[in-house]
């Protein structure tokens, strides 16, 4: 998650576990817009397998529904058939795994961690059956992150999980857009290429305020100084000046930032230090 950053350094902010993992988030941002609720992300969903849930450490089984994720929309009035938009970053499987579900027994094994009844064996996965999440919803990506998801390497393949995004094409349900494009009415994306070459960050502005969801961006708080960049990204250096661009906006026009996968700091806003950036919190003056 840090990249060349050195451990030394990493640990210090986020401890690893005995196997050299941290505590990430999956947090989705959740807009009430006049057109209704839009959904920005979808987490890792319910598709994978024990062996996966156990490499990545997932915990994400909910209690009303198939994950957490429809908790949270249910602790908010909403139910996933609700959603009218469903925007995604960019298609990692930890951004749009939600996007959607495979069936799964749900009732007598719905309490929270143990509703795994329906979790499939790893090589069915490709192939198995899923459903939309959000059957009303128009799901948004960049035209050329689902090129570039359809179209995987060595090198990417693994993070491009077909079942989370061709029952989206097959469903004709996708809004592609090509770079900077106001989605709706106050909801901007923002190319921030680099992690991805068509990853995008997601700009909300209401009441004189702005709100921007970073995504790969600048994952967790601890991301925010500009070298700081993850190993997974394709192109660090190309990162490096979306992060110098974004965050000068940021700071500069005081936008609250949304951290997609800080386990603590979910919200926050970056301030100068030196040539670079660190977090606030949001009360401060
Ligand atoms: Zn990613």
Not at 199 to 219: I, M, N, R
Request: hydrophobic share 40%.
């Amino acid at each position: 998650m840090f990249g060349v950053v050195p451990k030394p350094l990493w640990e210090r902010r986020m401890a690893p576990d005995e196997r050299n993992r941290i505590v990430l988030a999956l947090r989705c941002l959740l807009i009430e817009h006049d057109v209704g609720p839009v959904l920005v992300d979808t987490g890792v969903g319910n598709k994978e397998s024990s062996k996966f849930v156990d490499i990545y450490g997932v915990e994400n089984a909910g209690s009303r529904g198939p994950t957490q994720l429809d908790d949270a929309l249910a602790e908010a009035g909403y139910t996933a058939a609700d959603i009218r938009y469903v925007i995604n970053t960019h298609l990692h499987f930890d951004h749009c795994g939600g996007n959607t579900l495979v069936e799964m027994e749900w009732g007598e094994q719905g309490e929270k961690g143990q509703g795994r009844r329906g979790v499939i064996s790893y090589p069915s996965f490709p192939l198995s059956p899923t459903k939309l999440a959000f059957p009303n919803a128009t799901y948004v990506v960049q035209r050329g992150e689902l090129e570039f998801a359809s179209n995987t390497n060595e090198r990417t393949a693994a993070s491009y999980l077909a079942p989370n995004f061709v029952p989206v094409s097959e469903a004709n349900r996708w809004q592609l857009v090509s770079g900077e494009v106001e989605v709706l009415p106050g909801i901007h994306v923002l190319p921030t290429p680099g992690h991805v070459p068509y990853h995008q960050s997601v700009l909300v502005t209401s009441g004189g305020e702005a709100a921007c969801f970073l995504a790969d961006l600048v994952p967790t708080a601890a991301h925010l100084p500009l070298p700081w960049i993850m190993g997974y990204d394709l192109e660090p250096l190309v990162t490096l000046e979306s992060k110098r661009e974004l965050l000068a906006r940021a700071e500069g026009e005081g936008w609250v930032l949304v951290f997609e996968h800080d386990p603590d700091r979910g919200l926050g806003r970056a301030v100068r230090a030196g040539k670079s950036y660190a977090f606030a919190p949001l009360d401060t003056p």
